[in-house]
């Protein structure tokens, strides 16, 4: 499975970080057995949409300017628990 921040793939980090600290468990997070990964990011967009249907554009891009942020730390933090 891989995990994307936008930029690059991140399943690398988590393997790397779960052999590490987790002694290569998968966390039940990580796993989905309940149909495909197309069908499951689908539903998750809906609900998203549907949390953000009435925000203003500003709300909006607000929310994807900390979205991007809050990535970029949780890489940095990933690189730091597995260096």
Same mark, same amino acid.
């Given at each position: ?12 980090? !988590?393997?790397? %970080?779960? +052999? =590490? ?9 990580? &796993?989905?057995?309940?149909?495909? $990964?197309?069908?499951? !990011?689908?539903? %998750?967009? +809906? =609900? ?9 554009? &500003?709300?909006?891009?607000?929310? $994807? ?19």
């Amino acid at each position: 499975m891989t995990f994307t921040s936008g930029w690059q793939p991140v399943d690398a980090y !988590l393997v790397q %970080a779960s +052999e =590490k600290i987790l002694e290569k468990k998968e966390l039940e997070f990580y &796993k989905w057995n309940n149909g495909e $990964l197309s069908e499951l !990011l689908q539903n %998750a967009r +809906e =609900k998203l949409n549907k949390v953000a249907q009435d925000w203003s554009r &500003k709300e909006k891009d607000q929310c $994807l300017e900390e979205t991007e942020i809050s990535f970029k730390y949780s890489e940095d933090t990933m690189k730091l628990i597995i260096s």
